[in-house]
């Protein structure tokens, strides 16, 4: 009888060519698994003292980013829908980070009274903020209206944002020099804003929807970097990569176990919360991006976003309307 080795030796030179190719593709995924990974955040500094605050910060990217800035010592603010949820994520950073000053506070961006009470909660007992971080948002949704009557992915990747960022640009001049972080996404490059009907009341398509906030984020740190310029407050907006979380729960709704099972190694391939919260965390601390403002990022790095969104005349033209829209004209 052979012995161990001699069997494994055997099997090993019936089936090389199997096995080398398995080696090499094996080989290809992951290599492809750490490009698709991107950047890091290689900054090591302090938030000691400084006040972070960071909407739908109770999972996904904006929940890691949560976690990075209370390990770096910071007041960190979780700005959430479903307080339930943002109370269990903020014990879990509490514990993950040894920082026990992680505090929850109610945020629906659907709702423009409720942005409006959190930006008073905030001026009111909050003594600084140093980096506001507009990470929530919705994906691929059906037709739905916010409480107001806007277009869901409209109302709450653009104009919730929005309100509230004007809201506290006050106390963020108060803070300087201080950030504030627009998470976007690579859809913005096939958007376009709709100005003639912005709710896309006459033809609503969920694709055409995500991508024209999505480029209203790029578009509104464009504009808001240029009317800061000079307070000490910086702007920045990013793409944080493709990432396996919650987001993504309106795209494929009622795909069969069999499609599933053909997406999944796909989905394995993509980003995973931690690395999809790099960019957002680099925007928010990285000191060599201080004196930097109005830029858009993937990977850890300043990227030229789609000519749609480098329209200086369609910025201040969105900042217009905008402002029109949420009441603060």
Same mark, same amino acid.
């Given at each position: 009888?052979?012995?161990?080795?001699?069997?494994?030796?055997?099997? *090993? $030179?019936?089936?090389?060519?199997? %096995?080398?190719?398995?080696?090499?593709?094996?080989?290809?995924?992951?290599?492809?698994?750490?490009?698709?990974?991107?950047?890091?955040?290689?900054?090591?500094?302090? #938030?000691?003292?400084?006040?972070?605050?960071?909407? /739908?910060?109770?999972?996904?990217?904006?929940?890691?980013?949560?976690?990075?800035?209370?390990?770096?010592?910071?007041?960190?603010?979780?700005? &959430?829908?479903?307080?339930?949820?943002?109370? =269990?994520?903020?014990?879990?950073?509490? @514990?993950?980070?040894?920082?026990?000053?992680?505090?929850?506070?109610?945020?629906?961006?659907? &709702?423009?009274?409720?942005?409006?009470?959190?930006?008073?909660?905030?001026?009111?007992?909050?003594?600084?903020?140093?980096?506001?971080?507009?990470?929530?948002? =919705?994906?691929?949704?059906?037709?739905?209206?916010?409480?107001?009557?806007? $277009?869901?992915?409209? /109302?709450?990747?653009?104009?919730?944002?929005?309100?509230?960022?004007?809201?506290? %640009?006050?106390? +963020?001049?108060?803070?300087?020099?201080?950030?504030? *972080? =627009?998470?976007?996404?690579? !859809?913005?490059?096939?958007?376009?804003?709709?100005?003639?009907?912005?709710?896309?009341?006459?033809?609503?398509?969920?694709?055409?929807?995500?991508? @024209?906030?999505?480029?209203?984020?790029? #578009?509104? &740190?464009? $504009?808001?970097?240029?009317?800061? @310029?000079?307070?000490?407050?910086?702007?920045?907006? %990013?793409?944080?990569? *493709?990432?396996?979380?919650? #987001?993504?729960?309106? +795209?494929?709704?009622? %795909?069969?176990?069999?499609?599933?099972?053909?997406?999944?190694?796909?989905?394995?391939?993509?980003?995973?919360?931690?690395? /999809?919260?790099?960019?957002?965390?680099?925007?928010?601390?990285? $000191?060599?991006?201080?004196?930097?403002? /109005? +830029?858009?990022?993937?990977?850890?790095?300043?990227?030229?976003? !789609?000519?749609?969104? +480098?329209?200086?005349?369609?910025?201040?033209?969105?900042?217009? #309307?905008?402002?029109?829209?949420?009441?603060?004209?």
């Amino acid at each position: 009888m052979q012995n161990y080795a001699e069997t494994i030796r055997d099997f *090993v $030179e019936r089936h090389a060519i199997g %096995l080398s190719v398995a080696f090499v593709a094996g080989a290809g995924i992951l290599a492809l698994r750490r490009w698709m990974a991107g950047g890091v955040c290689r900054s090591k500094v302090r #938030l000691d003292g400084k006040t972070v605050l960071i909407t /739908g910060a109770n999972t996904g990217i904006g929940k890691e980013t949560a976690l990075d800035m209370a390990k770096r010592g910071a007041r960190v603010i979780l700005a &959430c829908r479903d307080m339930t949820r943002a109370r =269990i994520a903020a014990d879990e950073i509490r @514990q993950q980070s040894g920082n026990g000053n992680v505090v929850v506070k109610k945020l629906d961006l659907s &709702c423009l009274q409720s942005v409006r009470d959190l930006a008073k909660d905030i001026q009111e007992n909050e003594e600084r903020l140093d980096i506001l971080i507009n990470n929530a948002g =919705i994906m691929m949704c059906p037709k739905w209206k916010t409480e107001d009557g806007f $277009e869901m992915q409209f /109302g709450v990747n653009h104009l919730g944002h929005f309100l509230l960022t004007n809201c506290l %640009l006050d106390h +963020l001049k108060k803070s300087t020099p201080s950030r504030i *972080v =627009i998470v976007s996404s690579l !859809a913005h490059e096939q958007g376009h804003i709709h100005f003639d009907d912005i709710n896309l009341d006459k033809d609503y398509h969920r694709e055409t929807s995500y991508r @024209q906030s999505k480029l209203a984020n790029v #578009l509104f &740190c464009r $504009e808001l970097a240029s009317r800061l @310029q000079g307070t000490g407050v910086t702007a920045y907006s %990013l793409h944080p990569g *493709v990432i396996r979380t919650e #987001l993504g729960r309106h +795209l494929f709704p009622t %795909l069969a176990l069999w499609q599933w099972i053909i997406l999944k190694p796909f989905l394995m391939l993509i980003k995973n919360p931690y690395e /999809g919260a790099q960019t957002s965390i680099y925007c928010a601390v990285d $000191e060599s991006q201080a004196n930097v403002s /109005g +830029l858009y990022y993937s990977d850890c790095a300043p990227k030229k976003p !789609a000519p749609q969104a +480098l329209d200086d005349a369609a910025a201040k033209k969105l900042w217009d #309307l905008s402002a029109c829209m949420v009441g603060l004209a």
